[in-house]
């Protein structure tokens, strides 16, 4: 089945540590996005990559870092540095490096900070 | 940057009734403004978009409009069904950041049967 496949489903983490979100794609698509889901604040983009080895910041990148080694993964890490890291996270992909066309997104991935 | 702002954040209608949506966005070069629809526990889909050389667009039940010169665009949904319930989301693209979507805070709509 074509896809994008993010993990864990569910994440349990001590506060100050360092956490990374799997997000795959078999679609062959270019562009690659992180989302944050918060209730009452929508999607909001953290950072989004347009093709491999290139990413750019989105509006709430702060305390997050990325790759994009593969045309196909594209994870998310959680740093320490993240004031307010508890969230559901939103992986997606677009077929072409346009301004158009589709988001497919991931199931999700939710993070918990304890 | 592209800022989208929408409303309301919640709306509650009777089944058959019509529902609207509205968001405005803030960069006018903008050209592509889409709107998805996500289901309790499930991930957000499209249901229609419009790019800016278009007025309105329709599909079935559901229709969008924008007004580039308000820099604003709406969705309307009619003749409503329990299965409309959901949160909606719009979205900008197209500005001076090449690639990046970015989306309003949602409306969580509810259709009473």
């Known amino acids: 089945d074509g896809g994008i496949t993010q993990s864990p489903k569910y994440l349990f983490r001590k506060e100050g540590q360092n956490v990374t979100l799997s997000c795959e794609q078999n679609l062959n698509h270019d562009a690659m996005y992180w989302y944050r889901q918060d209730p009452g604040q929508g999607l909001r983009l953290i950072y989004y990559?347009?093709?491999?080895?290139?990413?750019q910041k989105g509006d709430i990148a702060e305390g997050y870092s990325v790759s994009r080694e593969k045309k196909e993964s594209f994870p998310l890490t959680v740093t320490s540095a993240q004031k307010n890291p508890t969230a559901f996270y939103l992986c997606?992909?677009?077929?072409?490096?346009?301004?158009?066309?589709?988001?497919?997104f991931g199931e999700g991935s939710r993070l918990t900070v304890l | 940057g592209e800022n989208v702002e929408q409303h309301p954040s919640t709306l509650s209608v009777q089944e058959g009734d019509s529902a609207v949506i509205k968001c405005t966005y803030s960069d006018s070069a903008s050209n592509y403004f889409p709107w998805y629809k996500q289901e309790l526990g499930k991930r957000p889909q499209l249901i229609i978009d419009?790019?800016?050389?278009?007025g309105e667009k329709k599909d079935q039940r559901i229709a969008v409009t924008l007004n580039k010169t308000a820099k604003h665009f709406s969705l309307h949904i009619t003749e409503t069904q329990p299965e409309d319930s959901a949160v909606y989301f719009c979205a900008a693209s197209g500005g001076t950041s090449y690639g990046k979507l970015t989306f309003g805070q949602g409306t969580i709509l509810t259709v009473h049967p």
């Open positions: 997606a992909s677009r077929r072409d490096r346009v301004n158009t066309g589709e988001l497919f």
């Open positions: 419009i790019r800016s050389n278009v």
């Open positions: 990559s347009q093709i491999v080895n290139d990413f």
